[in-house]
């Protein structure tokens, strides 16, 4: 039960002796200042990429054009989409990776800590590239982040190969990132922390990295090939030279789904630990969990063309991509009945980041159904490219993937900082973007069933009224994470003592370590019972 | 300490970059997949032999020929009829016509595509403008053959076949590599 906890007073490592100032943090190997430093950028992220959500609902609020041109919407669209993905979302959960797999398994830190500085460092510099780029003559990509061949090649802007050197240096930080934590799980792990003994956290992370190492190249390679169709000459997607425009949407989708599992299967690893220790019960069915995350992510493998329905494919490929992607429904349905499950005469309390974990269990089942509803060949020709898939996808990727990272945030907070966070305002971030994220995203299904196209700046007359309607929803949704940052600038700088164990029900290695956690922990590996 | 580590990581770094090298792989492993399917509505790139099997004279396929400049392509491009019954097995020519309508030299590719795509193995073209790039001097106009015949293989369930035609504009591509070709000899 008791931690080996040693105080850095008497480590001899070098980075003991940590630099102060900017230096500590440029220089830095550790593990939690890696993950903090991750943190903070995806918050930057998220706000930035959020404040062009801003740009995208008020041209939105009515019909006709008001405040930008048709092109600079184009390229607030992509680039939203492209921060929101691979600037916030992807950063929030390495940063998490970061903090708390060491802690987890009981490591002293990640296994291999200078590449760990090198790939959140060369970050900041891709999303620098990727912005500047929206400064240049002719504008930043405005094809969409799903850059489909010719819109990303033929008909791109100049600032192409910004993009594509932005999304370059993304991809080798994540598969850095990803190889860091597969060495870090499968060598560091404590005596005794066998591999059905790990937190679900890590195993789901354990599971993303390798999809990350997985299809993250690809799209290095697919974003290669717009580079040298668009500028050297070659025809990989230009059915003049012998290409084929609809190979680019394969080879991106190839990539494309398996990250939409990237992005969420941290998310089911954060929400299975949140929820046992609030309904003061263990994990239901904790194998089970393990082999669904497994099978959801061999799925995606499977599956890409189903965003494809609309290319023109014979019968037989629709009903296999239908078939598969509607199996999925299996495993994911096996993961909400175990949260369900574990809530089920438990002694539950609804702190914050309990709040958000219900909050995805629900919303995210919501996007889940949608996405079956997308999955059905037939019906997908009425809903393709219109807002129905946007209010899918932003279910599963808002109210799933940052709704676990914010609750995540609120139960580790005190881990990290020592101090609790203020409960009365977090109740009020909580109640603000449950109610505003709603307004926002729920009557997307009903304009896109409608026949709203989405990455349009103007539309028909008869969505003025939901289209107002959900602009509200958008800009009370952006106002209320301004809640956030008050409550995280307010529990960094002080706040009530929190405990070690910081709740009546946590269970695992990083609640045994003090509050905050000491620069060094686990230096000596625990003993696992 | 890193020492252990490093078997691991070399490992899985070499995964990342065999990944890359497939998504590159996926370029001909599309273009074999869509050959042995005709998924894609992609004919053959080469001529057929013109030993065509016996005539099927009992049922009869309806040939549309649909031919379109791409939008920065200048030329007229039409086929001479819009349609044409066939017997399959019979070898047909079939002329497309191509106007240059401006003052300069340009050089087309034409790009075939065959709706519904399984019966693209079954359209067999002995000769085609499409295998090759045309060139057509400013204010010239000419005919471009295709002769072709409809396999008599073909499941009996497609009783019409659209041949389609996409002109491109190659004429930046073609300087590019006639230039490249001439320096090594000069």
Redesign the interface.
Known sequence: MSAVVTDHEHDHEHHDHKPSGIKRWLYTTNHKDIGTMYLVFALIMFFIGGAMAMVIRAELFQPGMQFVEPNFFNQMTTVHGLIMVFGAVMPAFTGLANWMIPMMIGAPDM??PRMNNWSFWILPFAFLILLMSLFMPGGGPSFGWTFYAPLSTTYSSDSTALFVFSVHIMGISS?MG??NV??TI??LRAPGMTWMKMPLFVWTWLITAFLL??????????VT?VLTDKYF?TS?FD????G?P??FQ??FW??GHPEVYIMILPAFGIVSAIVPTFARKPLFGYASMVYATSSIALLSFLVWAHHMFTT???VA?ALFFMYCTMLIAVPTGVKVFNWVATMWRGAMTFEVPMMFALAFIVLFTIGGFSGLMLAITPADFQYHDTYFVVAHFHYVLVTGAVFSIIAAAYYWLPKWTGHMYDEKLGQWHFWCSLISVNLLFFPMHFVGLAGMPRRIPDYALQFADFNAFISIGGFLFGASQLIFVWVLVKCARGGEKATAQVWEGAEGLEWQVPSPAPYHTFDTPPVIK | M?L??KP??VK??V??????????A??PL?DVFCDLTG??GKTA?TAASAEAAMIDTSRQVVIEFVARP?KQMPWVFKPEVSRMTVHPGEIHIMNYLAENPTGRMIVG?A?PSVSP??AALYFHKIECFCFTQQQLAGGKNMLMPLQFYVDPALPSQFSTITLSY?L???TN?WQ?SSAVSTQPGE
Do not use: C, E, K, S
């Open positions: 296994a291999l598969i990803a190889i597969i060495v499968f060598n190492i997985m299809v993250m190249p690809v799209l290095a390679g697919v090939m000459g990989f059915a003049a030279g012998g084929d609809v190979l394969h080879i190839f990539f023109g494919m014979p490929g | 890193a252990r580590h691991l990581t899985l770094a995964t990342a970059l065999a990944m890359f090298g497939f998504g590159f996926l370029v599309y998924l894609n790139a791409n590719q790009v795509g399984q996409t491109y504009d190659v591509a590019d």
